[in-house]
């Protein structure tokens, strides 16, 4: 059987890193204060915005909800974004994604002070990831890192495949899988002839958003699978991009969805909020 990587405890074990922090900081008289804004509410943003919160409280991390009507203006959106970029208590500002179809997500994202970017999305945090430098990175790839190295899989030198090329997943994964001396490849909606690529890989990263495509015939023996995706099938189970009962026997390593990347990302943006008070390094 292959190694299962727990992304529950392993979140669990960041998260407590992370309380730990918390408490250092509040000794020396630092508070972390992370404001979540919501525009409308879609059911789906409304149990991420929870379960945020609810990370923010065990950590000990401050959290201002900011729950605004589905009409709000980006005019609005982006002067609340003002205030609290203004504001020196607010360390973090996280506006939860999708947006209503009439603001400009863009615009939005390059509104948030770049030292309050906790969820990394921002053009000069990006920027900083491609050269190298410090910034914060977006809180999924950072997770599906720690998963790697604190499941004692070595990156540097391993072919490692990303399927999908999106802002928040696939770019950023490719970046800091360089970042550790990978050989990277992202692949996409136009790949040519995909299977042929992904088997090549030691490492594969499926974010490609589409339920149990990834089957065996797309997976080297004895690779490495982690599995971004999260769906809801027809019997209302979480299930992620990767057939997991297919791929399991042939690799060496697998993410089991739910309670692989999913309980990380938010562990990572409970780590970017400590580190917007004051830097330091899980990884
Ligand atoms: P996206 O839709 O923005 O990107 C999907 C990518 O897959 C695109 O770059 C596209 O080119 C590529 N793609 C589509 N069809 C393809 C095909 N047939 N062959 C090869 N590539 C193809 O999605 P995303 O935001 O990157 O998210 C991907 C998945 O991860 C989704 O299921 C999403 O729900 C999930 N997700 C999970 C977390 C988490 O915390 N676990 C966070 C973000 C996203």
Redesign the pocket.
């Known amino acids: 059987m292959p190694q299962m990587i727990d992304g529950k405890a392993i979140s669990a074990q960041i998260k407590d890193e992370v309380k730990e922090q918390v408490a250092a900081l509040a000794a020396q008289g630092k508070k972390v204060c992370l404001a979540v804004i919501q525009v409308g509410n879609d059911p789906a943003s409304s149990v991420y915005v929870g379960n945020k919160k609810k990370a923010c409280a065990y950590v000990g991390i401050e959290s201002l909800a900011y729950e605004l009507a589905a009409e709000t203006t980006q005019e609005e959106l982006l002067s609340l974004i003002g205030e609290l970029n203004a504001k020196d208590e607010v360390n973090g500002i996280l506006v939860q994604l999708p947006l209503p179809a009439h603001i400009d997500e863009d615009a939005v994202i390059q509104a948030i002070d770049p030292k309050k970017d906790v969820d990394g999305f921002h053009p000069q945090s990006v920027g900083a990831l491609c050269i190298g430098q410090p910034g914060f990175v977006s809180c ?1 790839p950072a997770g599906i890192i720690q998963l790697l190295k604190r499941s004692g899989i070595e990156i540097a030198g391993k072919e490692c495949v990303v ?4 802002n ?3 770019k950023p994964m490719s970046l800091l899988l360089l970042k550790e001396n990978g050989t990277v490849t992202v ?3 136009r ?1 040519k002839d ?1 299977k042929e690529v992904t088997k090549r890989a030691d490492i594969l990263i499926v ?4 339920p149990k ?1 990834i089957t065996r015939e797309y997976v080297k023996e004895g690779a490495v699978v982690i599995d ?4 809801r099938n027809e019997n209302n189970k979480l299930c992620g ?1 990767v057939d997991y009962e297919d791929v399991a026997p042939v690799c060496s390593a697998i993410t089991p969805v739910p309670g692989g ?2 309980p990380m ?1 938010i562990a990572m943006l409970m780590y970017n909020c400590c580190a917007a008070v004051q830097p330091a390094g899980v990884s």
């Open positions: 999924t399927i999908g090329r999106s928040i997943v696939g692949t996409h909606s790949t995909l974010a490609v958003g589409k495509m971004v995706g999260i769906h991009d990347v999913g990302t």
